[in-house]
């Protein structure tokens, strides 16, 4: 059944058959293969996927990235963190860094965060001198951060898949977002030292003060979403109908956003979230075809035999996820590789909101990987640089990624100590 679930599944993506279709047509094959096929089965869990609570956070979360887009929540941002750093040597790729942090706590989105910052800073660094390639590479690997530091939309596909906390899948990835900030600063370092470009000219106390006081509510939506959460006041559903309120009420103050762009914000968020929904639909259906076909009791069976020892079959499966990253887009790995390998490492005892943040990392590497990287896509298209230039500007700032994955397979204690604070 693992052979059966694999190879009709990869067959429909080869063919160009598109991913949510893919993964209903590789779980209808199995459960005819089982004699288990009903068509009122299929239905029932067709609008089970979709008819989930938790799943409302997502639309609001993306509302929030294309009103922080569009209302100018964006630039000031931006303009606060170059009043701080913008002038020393490779200033503007710090400002990258801080400013994609910033963006994490607001959207969730590696591809809004990516496309938001990419537009505001890589003309402006090309035109102070920087190397093209290394501030694409840059930027969009900033943009990963957003799906690891809450708010994280691809955490809540894996908390709604796998039963498991949402919350503390937010507060897990605190710290290792961070992490991988700090990583890419020292890697842009590095990189900085070898170009010979402008700084931003240098600014007073005051004009410090003004950036700060520009963008200080805005700075302030992180804060309120993580001590929400941690307080209990609101859920990740709710934290995202507070976000995206108090997204619109900032755009109304800074009056930046027409009313033009305010209806197609709604629309692309319509767009986006009908996508996300309805993969999210088609991925219930393959779990309960994975299920029935006991393909986790099998994968079981099989790794068992290989190794009983967690860090090792992390490291396996870690493997495993980073090719499947190289060729699939995050969303859908997430939904169907979920069900699957989350019964494999809790029955070694892996803790799953642990196992959680690793493959929503580990998969989030593969937006920035060739062929199928949805990242590089955006940095090539705002850059006008190919394939493969962008990759050769993103190189460091992988290692530092694969790296920092790497760790924290290694010194699981990095996650689970800072998450019993948090969650404590």
Same mark, same amino acid.
């Given at each position: 059944?693992? !052979? $059966?679930?694999?190879?009709?599944?990869?067959?429909?993506? +080869?063919?160009?058959?598109?991913?949510?279709?893919?993964?209903?047509? =590789?779980?209808?094959?199995? !459960? $005819?293969?089982?004699?288990?096929?009903?068509?009122?089965? +299929?239905?029932?869990?067709?609008?089970?996927?979709?008819?989930?609570? =938790?799943l409302m956070a997502i639309p609001f979360f993306i509302l929030t990235g294309e009103i922080m887009n569009a209302g100018g929540v964006s630039k000031r941002i931006v303009e606060f963190a170059s009043a701080f750093v913008g002038h020393i040597r490779g200033g503007l790729g710090y400002v990258a860094i801080i400013s994609g942090v910033i963006f994490a706590g607001l959207s969730g989105s590696a591809v809004a965060d990516t496309a938001a910052l990419g537009a505001i800073l890589i003309p402006m660094m090309i035109a102070k001198g920087y190397n093209k390639n290394s501030s694409t590479g840059l930027v969009a690997a900033t943009g990963i951060i957003g799906t690891i530091i809450p708010p994280s939309i691809p955490m809540i596909l894996f908390g709604v898949v796998g039963g498991v906390s949402i919350t503390q899948l937010f507060m897990a990835g605190i710290v290792p977002g961070i992490l991988m900030a700090l990583g890419f600063v020292?890697?842009?370092?590095?990189?900085?030292k070898k170009v010979n470009?402008?700084?931003?000219?240098?600014?007073?106390?005051?004009?410090?003060w003004v950036a700060f006081r520009r963008a200080i509510l805005a700075l302030l939506l992180p804060a309120i979403i993580i001590v929400g959460l941690r307080g209990g006041v609101f859920t990740p559903t709710e934290a995202g109908v507070v976000a995206a309120v108090y997204a619109f009420i900032l755009s109304l103050g800074y009056r930046e956003m027409t009313w033009k762009q305010f209806s197609s914000v709604f629309v692309d968020t319509a767009k986006t979230t009908g996508v996300v929904l309805f993969v999210a639909s088609t991925a219930v259906v393959s779990g309960y075809a994975i299920t029935v076909g006991q393909i986790p009791r099998e994968l079981v069976d099989v790794l068992s035999g290989l190794t009983t020892d967690p860090t090792i079959l992390l490291l396996l499966i870690m493997a495993f996820l980073f090719i499947v990253g190289a060729v699939m887009d995050l969303t859908?790995?997430?939904?169907?590789?979920?069900?699957?390998?989350?019964?494999?490492?809790?029955?070694?005892?892996?803790?799953?909101?642990?196992?959680?943040?690793?493959?929503?990392?580990?998969?989030?590497?593969?937006?920035?990987?060739?062929?199928?990287?949805?990242?590089?896509?955006?940095?090539?298209?705002?850059?006008?640089?190919?394939?493969?230039?962008?990759t050769k500007g993103i190189f460091p700032f992988l290692l530092v990624q694969v790296g920092i994955l790497i760790l924290l397979i290694l010194v699981p204690e990095i996650v689970t100590v800072p998450l019993g604070w948090f969650t404590e």
């Amino acid at each position: 059944m693992i !052979l $059966v679930f694999i190879l009709t599944l990869f067959l429909f993506l +080869l063919i160009g058959i598109p991913v949510a279709i893919s993964m209903l047509s =590789s779980a209808i094959v199995m !459960l $005819v293969v089982l004699g288990m096929f009903d068509t009122g089965i +299929l239905g029932d869990y067709l609008i089970k996927g979709a008819n989930n609570f =938790s799943l409302m956070a997502i639309p609001f979360f993306i509302l929030t990235g294309e009103i922080m887009n569009a209302g100018g929540v964006s630039k000031r941002i931006v303009e606060f963190a170059s009043a701080f750093v913008g002038h020393i040597r490779g200033g503007l790729g710090y400002v990258a860094i801080i400013s994609g942090v910033i963006f994490a706590g607001l959207s969730g989105s590696a591809v809004a965060d990516t496309a938001a910052l990419g537009a505001i800073l890589i003309p402006m660094m090309i035109a102070k001198g920087y190397n093209k390639n290394s501030s694409t590479g840059l930027v969009a690997a900033t943009g990963i951060i957003g799906t690891i530091i809450p708010p994280s939309i691809p955490m809540i596909l894996f908390g709604v898949v796998g039963g498991v906390s949402i919350t503390q899948l937010f507060m897990a990835g605190i710290v290792p977002g961070i992490l991988m900030a700090l990583g890419f600063v020292v890697a842009w370092y590095i990189v900085s030292k070898k170009v010979n470009s402008e700084t931003l000219p240098k600014t007073n106390l005051v004009q410090k003060w003004v950036a700060f006081r520009r963008a200080i509510l805005a700075l302030l939506l992180p804060a309120i979403i993580i001590v929400g959460l941690r307080g209990g006041v609101f859920t990740p559903t709710e934290a995202g109908v507070v976000a995206a309120v108090y997204a619109f009420i900032l755009s109304l103050g800074y009056r930046e956003m027409t009313w033009k762009q305010f209806s197609s914000v709604f629309v692309d968020t319509a767009k986006t979230t009908g996508v996300v929904l309805f993969v999210a639909s088609t991925a219930v259906v393959s779990g309960y075809a994975i299920t029935v076909g006991q393909i986790p009791r099998e994968l079981v069976d099989v790794l068992s035999g290989l190794t009983t020892d967690p860090t090792i079959l992390l490291l396996l499966i870690m493997a495993f996820l980073f090719i499947v990253g190289a060729v699939m887009d995050l969303t859908p790995a997430v939904l169907i590789f979920t069900p699957v390998l989350l019964p494999v490492v809790t029955a070694v005892g892996v803790d799953p909101v642990y196992f959680g943040l690793l493959m929503v990392i580990n998969l989030s590497i593969g937006l920035i990987t060739p062929p199928v990287g949805t990242v590089l896509y955006i940095g090539c298209s705002i850059s006008k640089i190919n394939m493969l230039d962008i990759t050769k500007g993103i190189f460091p700032f992988l290692l530092v990624q694969v790296g920092i994955l790497i760790l924290l397979i290694l010194v699981p204690e990095i996650v689970t100590v800072p998450l019993g604070w948090f969650t404590e």
